[in-house]
C-alpha cells in the first residue's frame, strides 16, 4: 500500500471516529431507556421531616412537580411558577386523594425554601410534600432526561408516574428564554389524566412518555474522538520526547534495572498505565464538568458563549490566536522579548514531574507510569485545548448525569491514549518512524477537525438566535 493510499485510509479512518463522536447513533448508552421507562426510584426526606420514596405510591398514579423557586427568582418564569403551584393547589383541594410531590431544584443553598417562598409571596396552601433538592441533586439528577428541555431547564416541569411506576407523561411548562413551552397544566387537565392513568381500559395509551428529551451518547463515538484528538502534531511530538527519555533511562537501569525483563513487556506495561493514569484526570474532569453542566445549559446565553467559543477554538486548529491577535497586542504592549530564566522555569516544572515519575519507576514501573500520565494530561492541555476543549463544551450540553460524563470522558482519554501504547513498546527507531507517520496525518486530521469544530460552533450559535439545528 503506497503513501497515498495509507493517508487515505488513516482520514477515513478519522472521519468517521468523528462522526460516531458527534452523532447520538448506534453503540450508545443514555441515562434513560425508550419506550415505558420505569421512573428512577429516589429516598428523601420532606420539608416536614417525613421520609418519602417512590415506592411509597405504588398502585397509585403520582404527579411528580419539578421546579425552581428560590432568591434570587427567574423574573420571567415566575408567572408560570406561581400559576402551575396554584393549579396544583386547587387539584390537592378539589381531589383530596392526587398524590402529588414537589422536588424543588435548590442551586442558591442560602435561600429560603421554596415551599416558604411560595406561601409568602403567592399565598399558595401546599399541603403535599415538598423536597428541596440540594447539590448534587440525588432526587432531580435521576430525572435530568426529563425535566431538560434542548440545552435548558424547564421549569417548571410535570411528570405523570402511572400505577405501575412508569412515566406515563411529561410536560414542560415554561424555559427561561423561551417561554411558555407547553404551558399551565391546570387541575382539570391533570385531573384526567390521572384517571386516564388509573383506569387504562378506554384504550389509551398510559405507557409512554410525552416530550421527554432523552439525550444519547456515545462510549465508541467518545474513543473515536480520543483517538482523533491524539494526533494533535505538537501532543505527539511530546509524547514521544518524554517516552524517549523514559526508554533511554531504562536502558541505563536507572528505571528497573533487572535484565531479565523483556523490554517489551515492560514497554507495553508502561504504555497501558500511563494511558490509565491519564484517563482518570479526563474522568474528574468529566464527573465536575456534567456536574457544571446542569447550571450552564439553563443560560439563554450558553449556546451563543459555547458557539462563538468553539468557532474561536476552531480558528486555532489552523493559526494560533496569539499569532492572530499578535499585529493588534503589539500596539498596545510592544515587542516582548521572552526572558531566558522564564523559559527555564517551565522546562524545569515538566521536568520536575517527569522526575518524580522516574524516582517512582525505581520501585513500580505501573505506579510511576500512571504518575507519569496524570502529570502530562495536567501539564499537556495548552497544547492541544483546541481540540479537547470542544469536546468538554459538547458533554457540558449533553443531559447526563456526573457518573457518565466521568466515564465518556474516561472512555476518550482511553482513545488519546492509543498512540501511546506502541511509543512505549517498541524501539526508539520504530518510535519516530510512527511518530513521523502520525504527525504527518496529524495535521491534515487536525484542519478537517478544526473546520468540524468551526461548523459545530456555529449550530451551536444559531440556536441562540431560534434556528435549532439539532
Request: proline share 4%; glycine share 10%.
Amino acid at each position: 500500500m503506497n503513501l497515498v493510499s495509507k493517508t487515505a485510509l488513516i482520514l477515513g479512518i478519522a472521519s468517521l471516529l468523528v462522526v460516531l463522536g458527534l452523532s447520538p447513533a448506534c453503540f450508545a448508552v443514555s441515562d434513560v431507556a425508550g419506550g415505558s421507562n420505569p421512573a428512577p426510584n429516589f429516598q428523601a426526606v420532606d420539608l416536614d421531616g417525613n421520609s418519602i420514596e417512590l415506592g411509597d405510591f405504588d398502585g397509585q398514579a403520582l404527579i411528580l412537580h419539578i421546579t425552581n423557586i428560590e432568591t434570587p427568582l427567574c423574573i420571567e418564569c415566575e408567572e408560570a411558577l406561581k400559576a402551575q403551584v396554584e393549579e396544583l393547589q386547587r387539584l390537592k383541594e378539589e381531589n383530596p386523594d392526587a398524590e402529588i410531590v414537589t422536588i424543588n431544584v435548590r442551586k442558591n443553598p442560602y435561600s429560603k425554601d421554596g415551599r416558604l417562598l411560595a406561601e409568602s409571596w403567592w399565598g399558595a396552601d401546599i399541603s403535599w410534600p415538598w423536597i428541596e433538592d440540594f447539590d448534587p441533586y440525588p432526587v432531580a439528577g435521576k430525572y435530568v432526561d426529563y425535566w431538560s428541555l434542548g440545552s435548558g431547564f424547564a421549569n417548571p416541569t410535570i411528570i405523570l408516574v402511572n400505577d405501575q411506576g412508569q412515566i406515563s407523561r411529561v410536560y414542560h411548562v415554561y424555559q427561561m428564554g423561551e417561554g411558555m413551552v407547553e404551558g399551565v397544566q391546570t387541575a382539570e387537565s391533570l385531573q384526567k389524566a390521572v384517571l386516564d392513568l388509573q383506569n387504562p381500559d378506554d384504550g389509551r395509551q398510559t405507557g409512554g412518555i410525552g416530550s421527554a428529551a432523552v439525550r444519547e451518547v456515545t462510549f465508541v463515538g467518545m474513543f473515536g474522538l480520543g483517538v482523533v484528538t491524539s494526533l494533535a502534531p505538537c501532543s505527539l511530538a511530546l509524547l514521544i520526547a518524554v517516552f524517549s527519555y523514559l526508554m533511554t533511562s531504562q536502558r541505563r537501569k536507572i528505571l528497573m534495572p533487572d535484565e531479565g525483563k523483556s523490554s517489551h513487556k515492560e514497554g507495553l506495561l508502561i504504555g497501558v498505565a500511563f494511558t490509565l493514569g491519564m484517563a482518570m484526570v479526563f474522568f474528574v474532569i468529566g464527573l465536575f464538568i456534567s456536574n457544571l453542566g446542569i447550571f450552564v445549559r439553563d443560560s439563554r446565553f450558553f449556546d451563543l458563549a459555547a458557539g462563538v467559543l468553539m468557532i474561536m477554538l476552531g480558528i486555532t486548529s489552523f493559526k494560533p490566536l496569539g499569532e492572530i491577535l499578535e499585529p493588534l497586542t503589539s500596539r498596545f504592549h510592544g515587542q516582548r522579548v521572552v526572558d531566558a530564566e522564564d523559559v527555564r522555569t517551565k522546562k524545569s516544572f515538566m521536568e520536575q514531574f517527569i522526575n518524580i515519575s522516574v524516582g517512582l519507576f525505581k520501585y513500580s514501573a505501573f505506579v510511576g507510569a500512571f504518575t507519569l500520565g496524570v502529570f502530562f494530561a495536567l501539564g499537556w492541555a495548552p497544547c492541544a485545548v483546541s481540540l479537547v476543549f470542544p469536546v468538554l463544551i459538547w458533554l457540558m450540553a449533553q443531559n447526563v448525569s456526573p457518573i457518565t460524563g466521568g466515564l465518556m470522558l474516561f472512555v476518550f482519554g482511553v482513545g488519546h491514549g492509543v498512540p501511546i501504547i506502541p511509543i512505549s513498546t517498541f524501539s526508539r527507531t520504530f518510535c519516530g518512524a510512527i511518530g513521523e507517520r502520525y504527525i504527518a496525518a496529524g495535521k491534515w486530521i487536525t484542519g478537517g477537525f478544526g473546520f468540524l469544530i468551526i461548523a459545530t460552533g456555529v449550530v451551536f450559535a444559531a440556536r441562540y438566535f431560534g434556528y435549532t439545528l439539532w
